[in-house]
């Protein structure tokens, strides 16, 4: 199976547990006004590669993984490609690597259900907290995202949830208070990151002649994401792992 690849990361250390190896997929169809990737955006980009072709350059950064590391599919929108990410994954798990998908969850369908069985982790960005934001700021639906993410509690599979802040736009206590309602019922989600809003994307937009649409709004400050962390609620603080036990074949 063919896929096409924006970039790689072979250290990464923010998208998921431990040390991994990020895949950036080409290719989404949400509109987000902060995006930092606008280049992943068209479908047709990026470089063919097939599932093999790549697991054979991760392979190679496996002792690096360690317990907790692994392999993350983010994008773009990975579930715009679930038969290419699920054969990836279906291979890392063959050697017991660790997988994750990091996704804003707009996409539901056989394949992609088929995919999250071969899912050990998902990042879930929960990009606004109501319909109507979430369709000014990213073109996309609330709804998709939360019927994603009553599938992934279904099945058990535990969830970071990750909300951008942007100063001005969602960066108050009710903001807040609005995405623990939003994560309340769902307790596979057992870590929530709120991460600031940056402005180092200007470039990428300038060259492909693309508006920048929140050029107006500022860089978020660190001790905004300091004074809201604390009211956070994380519904999975109890969780126990995923029901039916833990996909990973490493443990
Ligand atoms: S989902 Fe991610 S890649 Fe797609 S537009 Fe939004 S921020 Fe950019």
């Known amino acids: 199976m063919m896929g096409r690849i924006h970039s790689v990361e072979s250290f990464g250390s923010v998208d998921g547990p431990g040390i991994r190896y990020v895949v950036f997929l080409q290719g989404c169809p949400l509109r987000c006004a902060y995006c ?3 280049d992943t955006w068209p479908l047709a980009g990026g470089t ?6 790549l697991f054979q350059k991760i392979r190679r950064y496996k002792p690096y993984f360690g317990e907790e590391g692994g392999v993350t599919v983010s994008g773009g929108e990975a579930l715009l490609q679930p038969e290419f990410v ?3 994954f279906l ?4 050697e017991g690597i660790n997988t994750a998908l990091d996704t804003s969850g707009c996409v539901l369908g056989e394949a992609v259900l088929a995919l ?11 990009k606004m907290t109501t319909e109507e934001a979430y369709a000014t700021y990213t073109g996309g639906s609330l709804a998709a995202t939360m019927a994603f993410l009553q599938e992934l509690h279904r099945r058990g599979i535990p969830t970071w949830v990750r909300q951008v802040i942007v100063e001005g736009l969602n960066d108050t206590p009710e903001d807040i208070q609005a995405l623990n309602a939003l994560m309340a019922p769902y ?15 200007r470039s990428k937009y300038e060259k492909l ?3 920048f649409r929140f050029d107006c709004y500022p860089e978020t400050r660190e001790a905004t994401i ?3 962390q604390p009211a956070l609620v994380l519904p999975g603080k109890q969780y126990k792992g995923r029901r039916g036990g833990c996909l990973n074949r490493s443990k």
Request: hydrophobic share 40%.
């Open 36 to 38: 930092h990737n606008p």
């Open 48 to 53: 063919e590669m097939s599932a093999q072709e």
């Open 86 to 88: 699920r054969e990836l």
């Open 91 to 94: 291979l890392c798990h063959s």
């Open 116 to 126: 999250l069985e071969e899912t050990d982790t998902v990042l879930l960005d929960i």
């Open 187 to 201: 307790d596979n989600i057992v870590k929530v990151e709120l991460l600031p809003f940056h402005k180092l994307c």
């Open 209 to 211: 002649g693309i508006p």
């Open 226 to 228: 300091r004074r809201l």
